[in-house]
């Protein structure tokens, strides 16, 4: 094992020093595109009310901020420990100390363990400074006052990023997390559920998973999930254990966990990287959707950040979960071209994949002509001390083609990317309330700008604004559709008051006459002189012949246990009431 890592830390260096010598040439880097996994977290089951992130975790995410600062922020010289694992490599232009959302882009899933690792990643990449304020945030004049003094962030001056969480519902959810919706995806997940090569991994893997939660765990989950059908689950649940109890970790042992990881390993792949399966069209690899979507978000950043002449989007970052991962090293040849298998398992927690957009040669700070821009990709894995940030060829060219001219990246990405969200949605056969207006729009459909190899910006997106627009208009035909059924259907009508309402309303029925009560009455009246009249004696205020009231009391039915509490609820004054008897109505006509 030893010898193992041995080997890998000399490799590492060995290309490290092949990169650093290649970057020596007067190289500029302009963008980068980064896809960032969420750091460790509370398991998916066994109990938790919802995953969260654990401090590991959100350490593990700090790290790698700090090592893309090192990176990207810095122009001096890296420290020996960040020498050993990545180059310096700063964008240019780029605020080093303030942060300026308007050159650094985030967008996130709404996990909270997804947007807490978002916001570790940022501490580590910006951390908190005093007296640097960005000039596009208002400069120094932001934090001077008219008597002269300065003022500076809490907490010993702590950036506050922007950090956009992308909902569901949200048309840009498709870039970041394609799968997600897509019922497509999830109808060939089940396909392949019901697989011979499932089936088959199923019945080998049955007495595995049954014997190791008997020895191991348990108690702890259902027995009719420890199969392959949750193989991923089952392994995320033991390597959390494994990882904080130290009893797991000597009963389960390495070999088992590793085991337990192989199989998530080749269900996950083949959920999200098998191009060979279809949904509605034959070859529309609808397993890889999610990196479908991801690739035309990297192209339409990147040329958003040309069409701008290198001022906006100097750096975009995205964070979520492995389904993009997976789907992007099969559709760009990864998962294939390296022999180690290693893009074809389930990245380390606080894994990134970036794509850098550069050029080479001269000294002219101006940004240069189209011609003369290239793309690498690099890959982190994990977020240990020795894991490399490294170089690898993409489109199964050779180990000393890992990088692309900006025109060949984009024309190789167009051949599998979806540009347009209302394609997104044709294919998932999605129902999401944004495919349905999308449906009826003409054309402008796009959550993501769309750019040619030219760099042209032919932005089609739905904002938010516009976005909401359409919801409120769908909403409010829902709601007035919903009323004229209700009266053409429900038997709802509308009439002018006559003359005969008022005394109907003042009738000689009741009216405070005794203990029995009758329609109009009321409990509390009050005459013109202010003076109050109560009624007394009714059966709804517990008075003479009223009922007497039990205490409540929970039943299996109705009662839940939350926190030791009993929770009883209630669906409908009417017909849930302690005593079973109908309330007081007020006299209402419409």
Not at 335 to 341: D, I, L, Q, R, V
Not at 402 to 421: L, P
Not at 490 to 505: L, Q
Request: charged residues 15%; contains cysteine.
């Amino acid at each position: 094992m030893a010898s193992t890592t041995s080997l890998k830390t000399v490799a590492a260096a060995l290309s490290l020093a092949g990169v650093a010598a290649a970057q020596s040439v007067n190289e500029t880097v302009w963008s980068s595109f980064s896809y960032v996994l969420y750091g460790e977290r509370t398991p998916s089951e066994g109990g938790v009310i919802r995953p969260s992130l654990t401090p590991l975790g959100a350490q593990q995410l700090y790290s790698q901020g700090s090592l893309f600062r090192a990176r990207y922020l810095s122009n001096s010289s890296l420290s020996d420990e960040d020498n050993s694992i990545t180059t310096n490599s700063p964008i240019a232009g780029i605020e080093q100390q303030a942060l300026d959302s308007s050159q650094v882009t985030v967008f996130s899933t709404t996990d909270s363990y997804v947007v807490g690792g978002a916001l570790a990643f940022l501490q580590g990449l910006y951390p908190p400074v005093t007296d640097a304020f960005a000039y596009n945030n208002g400069g120094a004049n932001a934090s001077t006052l008219a008597n002269g003094s300065s003022v500076d962030y809490p907490l010993g001056g702590y950036q506050y990023p922007n950090i956009q969480t992308i909902s569901s519902t949200d048309p840009d959810s498709v870039w970041i997390e394609g799968h997600a919706l897509c019922t497509e995806y999830g109808t060939s997940g089940l396909d392949f559920r019901n697989s011979e090569i499932a089936q088959e991994l199923h019945n080998l893997t049955l007495d595995f998973y049954e014997t190791t939660w008997q020895e191991v765990f348990p108690n702890t989950l259902p027995n009719s999930m420890l199969n392959f059908d949750y193989a991923y689950e089952l392994y995320d649940y033991a390597q959390y254990a494994y990882d904080h109890d130290s009893s797991v970790r000597d009963t389960l042992g390495a070999a088992r966990l590793l085991a337990l990881r192989t199989w998530a390993n080749i269900q996950q792949f083949d959920l999200n990287g098998n191009l060979s399966a279809s949904g509605l069209q034959e070859g529309d690899m609808i397993r890889a959707i999610s990196g479908r979507m991801l690739a035309a978000k990297v192209v339409a950043q990147l040329s958003q950040h040309i069409s701008s002449a290198g001022t906006e989007d100097k750096m975009t970052l995205m964070f979520g979960s492995f389904e993009p991962f997976l789907a992007f090293f099969a559709l760009s040849d990864l998962a294939n071209s390296e022999p180690s298998g290693l893009f074809q398992t389930i990245p380390q927690p606080g894994s990134a994949m970036v794509f850098e957009l550069f050029s080479t040669g001269g000294d002219d700070p101006s940004f240069p002509r189209q011609g003369d821009l290239w793309v690498r990709f690099l890959f982190r894995n994990g977020t240990d001390a020795d894991a490399p940030m490294t170089e690898y060829p993409l489109f199964g060219r050779g180990n000393s083609e890992t990088r692309m001219r900006w025109a060949d990246f984009v024309d190789e990405i167009d051949k599998f990317s979806i540009r347009e969200a209302s394609q997104w949605c044709d294919m998932c056969s999605s129902v999401t309330l944004f495919c349905s207006a999308l449906s009826h729009s003409s054309g402008s459909s796009s959550g993501s700008p769309s750019s040619g190899s030219d760099g042209t910006n032919s932005d089609v997106s739905l904002s938010p604004a516009v976005a909401g627009v359409i919801g409120a208009i769908i909403t409010l035909g829902v709601i007035c559709l919903a009323g004229a059924t209700a009266f053409v259907f429900g038997g709802i009508r509308i009439r002018r008051k006559g003359p005969t309402d008022a005394a109907r309303r003042h009738g000689s029925l009741g009216g405070f006459k005794g203990a029995e009560k009758m329609e109009p009455d009321r409990d509390v009246s009050v005459a013109k002189n202010g003076a109050r009249h109560e009624r007394v004696g009714s059966w709804e205020l517990g008075g003479p012949g009223g009922v007497t009231v039990p205490p409540p009391a929970a039943t299996e039915s109705n009662a839940g246990t939350t926190f030791g509490a009993s929770i009883r609820h209630h669906d409908d004054d009417d017909k849930d009431s302690f005593t079973g008897l109908v309330p007081v109505r007020p006299a209402e006509q419409v």
